[in-house]
């Protein structure tokens, strides 16, 4: 239980530092674009509010709760699946800017609709098709409490093939997207401006990378070293405090790249999404 407590205390601070973050990244996008909805405002607006409800509901105390608790169970779940779709949502985003980069004249479809709503279903299924397996209870998991840890190989397939594998294939592609997008673009405009552009583009790909990269070794070494119902080693146990804590300034770096800068609201020649 210390350890839990230890690392819900840690981690509140940069959930909330986060959750500030997207509200005055939310505040900003209003105020540029309360006249006009672009393509850009909305895809920010949606990837907000992913990470807004994500650190928002890390700040729930439902890991100190009992073992089985439905406020446990609540807080997981909406973290679960507000993160998921955030990460989720930046690959849409890579893909949108990809698209229109090299086929312009294209009929890719200019709606946040669809690609939102595909978002959400798969997020929800990743997130609901544990409850219906007969393991359902507590875990060791970290955020994975409806899964009981008297099989562990149960636990970690469930988090590999429901999260982190979607995730990792996420940030490999927009680091394909963007690096692409970036060749076009020093292609393209060999002024101060384009290099400006190309350099603020470079970060985005890397966000993800940089915060999943502690929290996927964490699992990781979780899974193949340790046995739930064991104690862990406080060298492990503080690298997964931190990894917890580094995981939760996603919603900053993303509020700030996206959002905040206004960078990437400037890229122009964008279509108004039809909503």
Same mark, same amino acid.
């Given at each position: 239980?210390?350890? %839990? ?136 998991? !970290?955020?994975?409490?409806?899964? $009981? ?13 429901? %999260? ?13 997207? %963007? ?38 070794? !964490? ?9 739930? $119902? ?46």
């Amino acid at each position: 239980m210390v350890e %839990y407590y230890d690392g819900y205390v840690s981690s509140s601070v940069f959930s909330f530092i986060s959750a500030v973050a997207c509200c005055y990244a939310l505040v900003l996008n209003y105020r540029r674009n309360k006249l006009s909805k672009s393509a850009q405002a909305n895809l920010i607006l949606v990837l907000t509010l992913f990470y807004l409800i994500t650190n928002v509901s890390s700040l729930l105390p439902g890991i100190l709760m009992e073992k089985n608790s439905s406020l446990c169970k609540a807080q997981a779940g909406i973290t679960i699946f507000s993160a998921l779709a955030g990460i989720l949502w930046t690959g849409y985003i890579a893909l949108y800017m990809y698209i229109k980069c090299y086929r312009e004249n294209s009929n890719f479809h200019d709606g946040i609709w669809v690609p939102l709503i595909i978002v959400i279903l798969f997020c929800v299924m990743s997130t609901a098709f544990p409850l219906g397996y007969d393991e359902v209870g507590f875990s060791d998991g !970290s955020g994975w409490c409806w899964i $009981k840890p008297n099989k562990p190989y149960h636990l970690y397939s469930f988090v590999y093939i429901l %999260y982190y594998i979607p995730v990792w294939i996420v940030i490999v592609w927009n680091m394909y997207a %963007y690096i692409k997008i970036i060749r076009k673009v020093n292609e393209q405009f060999r002024t101060d401006e384009g290099r400006a552009l190309s350099k603020s583009l470079i970060w985005y790909p890397f966000i993800a990378f940089v915060f999943y990269l502690p929290q996927s070794l !964490s699992r990781f070494i979780e899974s193949g070293l340790y046995n739930p $119902k064991e104690d862990k080693p406080d060298d492990f146990i503080n690298f997964k405090i931190f990894a917890c804590c580094w995981i939760r300034l996603l919603g900053f770096a993303n509020s700030v790249a996206y959002g905040i800068t206004g960078h990437f609201q400037q890229r122009g020649g964008y279509a108004s999404p039809k909503v």
